[in-house]
């Protein structure tokens, strides 16, 4: 079983054919997909997605391209959302320097806001960093000094340094379809130093669909391309790289709940 650790159901590539991503998600073998809020204010339409179907999660939170639009967006709401048993994360949330849709400010303060809800709620936070290395780093250290975090760092890009100090702090690494991109070899070379107990893998769908399928919209189904990638990288089976990374995803989403096994064929 594979896990697709951050996709967004909701868009509309994916949304209007649900069932379709669904089987096609099943048939290669994705046992379980974590569907990722991006705006508050639409999160009623990320919770029927993960209510409609039994192997589907959610999270609560603001990205940083809408911290403006979000602005005031109060630790306690993001809290209240996060009571419901779908959500098994906070996010997701961070820094994006690169389009800066949202003034850095507000950025800063959205992202420090998802920290005190991933902490008082006892889940882990998804961040999302773009062009925003030392910030990032400053943020997660500063907010694990006020209690103890957990997380990932999503659709991995970043430098070596930010790999190793989020490594130092607990923290995860989310590998997306990049890794298979030509001009990818800085996140290669990444990949192979992060320990196989702390990496991920995730579509990000819609977006960044995996050699050999670039240009197409993204799915759930496609991450076997690049779990694929990542065990080469790793120098192990892809079944082994399945194992490994479905294991570190319940022990870091620890409110999910692994689907049940199929009962075995009557004789």
Same mark, same amino acid.
């Given at each position: ?8 159901? #909701?868009? =509309? ?6 069932? @379709? ?7 290669? &073998?994705? &046992? ?32 940083? *391209? ?50 005190? $809800?991933?902490?008082?709620? &006892? ?27 957990? &997380?990932?760092? *999503? ?56 050699? =050999?399928?670039? @240009? ?8 076997? *391309? ?8 790793? @120098?192990?089976?892809? #079944?082994?790289? $399945? ?15 692994? =689907?049940?096994?199929?009962? =075995?064929?009557?004789?």
């Amino acid at each position: 079983m594979l896990v697709d650790s951050h996709c967004h159901l #909701d868009f =509309p590539e994916l949304s209007a054919d649900l069932d @379709g991503v669904m089987a096609r998600a099943h048939a290669a &073998g994705i &046992g379980t997909m974590v569907t990722i809020s991006t705006k508050l204010r639409e999160w009623d339409k990320v919770r029927p997605i993960a209510e409609a179907y039994p192997d589907v999660w959610c999270s609560v939170g603001v990205h940083p *391209h809408e911290a403006k639009a979000e602005e005031g967006t109060g630790e306690s709401r993001i809290l209240e959302l996060a009571r419901h048993p779908k959500v098994v994360g906070i996010g997701e949330t961070g820094l994006d320097y690169y389009y800066e849709h949202s003034p850095r400010p507000e950025q800063r303060a959205s992202f420090r806001t998802h920290c005190a $809800a991933a902490r008082a709620a &006892g889940l882990p936070l998804i961040v999302h960093t773009r062009d925003a290395d030392a910030e990032t780093i400053e943020i997660l250290r500063s907010e694990s000094r006020d209690g103890a975090l957990k &997380g990932l760092i *999503h659709c991995f890009t970043a430098s070596q340094a930010l790999a190793d100090a989020v490594l130092e702090l607990g923290f995860y690494i989310s590998i997306s379809g990049i890794v298979t991109f030509k001009a990818a070899d800085a996140l290669r070379d990444t990949v192979r130093c992060v320990p196989l107990e702390r990496l991920l893998v995730e579509t990000d769908a819609p977006f960044l669909a995996p050699v =050999p399928l670039r @240009g197409k919209p993204n799915e759930p189904a496609f991450v076997v *391309h690049t779990a694929k990638a990542v065990a080469a990288l790793k @120098g192990i089976e892809p #079944d082994d790289l $399945a194992r490994a990374t479905t294991d570190n995803f319940f022990r870091l989403f620890s409110k999910a709940r692994r =689907p049940e096994a199929p009962a =075995p064929a009557q004789a």
